[in-house]
């Protein structure tokens, strides 16, 4: 793979309207610009980010996940516009893919297309209906002539529905020579990156229009624009689970999380989101559940179950509004209304109804430890920390507030008592 990828993504996207850089909004859980950065994985191992508005938050956030890749900060005071963002970016490869940080639906195939063939520069276009706002191709003959930006446009070149998808492969000895003589004599007073087409024409370079769909390059600008992209971004991770054997009833309706696994047969019902990292095999999750950050094996979730980060649950079910946080469950099962947070609980017990780990006393956090075959009672709260042995059962109605021995029963009520002929004393004889 000796291509270099550069991507941009230095711009403020004002037209974001929002405090976090554009290109760390996300798209099925994960930054629009990772989706960028895992694209160009696919064909180069020289991958540099130019950064500028927020670098060091987008930088950070970039190192937490990836390595390896490289970072240039543009001179935007400077040098403003795309050409100024390549001013100083060194490559290691002969041939050079730049990429923008806001087109997080760009594939592995449409990377190659751009970077296939002999042009010394192969540039991606698109057609559109409605081209404004975008730079206009010119293309004579098969061969770019040049790229006119919206605000440096003719009336006649306003008409021309080829537009600049913003996405070039260049031969790396073209940018080190014209990079350093772009000028911003233009209607932005920016340096255009667009400005090396007409550089390499004037040399008579061959400069090749490479048509690209549209879905895929045309960039993330608005929170609209991101909406969008993410129902493109949901149906390809759908469909891409379903083909690997995931069975989803009404799939529209399902969210799931570009990094999520799933493994054997697995079912998702209607209104399901698969959040985070998951890792689902053999599991069947039920209509309006929501999963993330979560290992589930050969269990059922839901309805309207919540299976909350670092959830481990095997050969178990819970049922509807059970919700589970920073557990293992083996070989449970609680069928409905339970908060089990920072637990572990082993095979062969249930967990009735109402029962609440009271892990939190408003300060920290403590364990609740249940062992096997254990009965608990409807209405229990287990105040944590504390833990139940093998074999017990737990009297519905109690607040254990101290650990509980193999083979015991536990129970903590206020004795209930009857008044004969109460009601009619009360409320008189009907
Ligand atoms: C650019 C093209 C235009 C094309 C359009 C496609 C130029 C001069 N124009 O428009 O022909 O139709 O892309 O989207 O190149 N960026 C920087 N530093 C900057 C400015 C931008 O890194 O100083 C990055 C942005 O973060 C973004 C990309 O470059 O990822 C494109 O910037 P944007 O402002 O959207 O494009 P335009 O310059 O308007
Ligand atoms: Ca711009």
């Not at 004037?202 to 045309?218: D, G, I, W, Y």
């Not at 050969?298 to 050969?315: I, T």
């Not at 099962?333 to 408003?362: F, P, R």
């Not at 504390?386 to 903590?412: F, P, Q, Y």
Request: proline share 3%; charged share 25%; aromatic share 6%.
């Amino acid at each position: 793979m000796s291509i270099s990828v550069v991507i941009l993504a230095a711009g403020q996207g004002t037209r974001m309207k929002s405090s976090t850089p554009k290109v760390l909004h996300t798209i099925s859980g994960k930054p629009m610009l990772f989706h960028a950065i895992d694209a160009a994985q696919e064909i180069s191992t020289d991958i540099t980010v130019v950064l500028y508005h927020q670098a060091k938050r987008i930088q950070e956030e970039i190192e937490a996940v990836y390595q390896g890749i490289q970072f240039h900060i543009q001179d935007a005071e400077q040098f403003p516009g795309t050409g100024g963002a390549m001013k100083g970016v060194k490559t290691r490869y002969e041939r050079t893919l730049i990429l923008n940080g806001d087109m997080p639906l760009i594939t592995k195939s449409s990377l190659e297309a751009l970077t296939a063939g002999d042009a010394e520069i192969n540039m991606s276009v698109i057609r559109l209906e409605n081209p404004s706002g975008y730079g206009r191709v010119i293309i004579e003959e098969g061969n770019v002539h040049e790229i006119v930006e919206q605000k440096d446009c003719t009336p006649e070149q306003l008409l021309v529905q080829n537009v600049n998808a913003g996405v070039y492969a260049v031969n790396s000895e073209l940018l080190e020579r014209y990079i350093p003589k772009l000028n911003n004599n233009n209607a932005q007073a920016e340096y255009y990156l667009t400005d090396i087409i007409k550089m390499a024409v004037e040399e008579e370079r061959v400069v090749h229009p490479v048509f690209v769909a549209e879905e895929e390059f045309k960039g993330v600008n608005s929170k609209l624009d991101l909406s969008h992209a993410e129902e493109i971004m949901q149906t390809r991770i759908r469909n891409h689970w379903m083909r690997e054997g995931v069975i989803m009833r009404l799939p529209q309706t399902i969210f799931i999380d570009a990094r999520a696994t799933f493994e054997g047969e697995c079912t998702l019902e209607n209104g399901v989101s698969i959040l985070g990292a998951s890792r689902l095999k053999e599991a069947h999750i039920k209509a309006n559940s929501v999963v993330e950050d979560a290992v589930i094996e050969a269990s059922s979730v839901g309805p309207m179950g919540r299976v909350r980060p670092d959830s481990l649950l095997k050969h178990t079910h819970i049922g509807n509004f059970v919700e589970v946080k920073k557990s293992t469950l083996e070989g449970v099962k609680a069928g409905h209304l339970a908060y089990l947070g920072d637990a572990t609980i082993d095979s062969g017990t249930n967990i009735g109804a109402g029962t609440i780990t009271c892990n939190y006393d408003g300060k920290k956090k403590y364990q609740t430890k249940i062992g096997k075959n254990v009965f608990i009672g409807s209405d229990t709260q287990l105040v944590a920390p504390v833990t139940i042995e093998d074999d017990v059962l737990i009297a519905a109605g109690s607040t254990i507030t101290k650990d509980v021995a193999k083979g015991e029963l536990a129970m903590s009520r206020t004795p209930m008592k009857t008044i004969k002929n109460f009601f009619y004393r009360f409320f008189g004889e009907k």
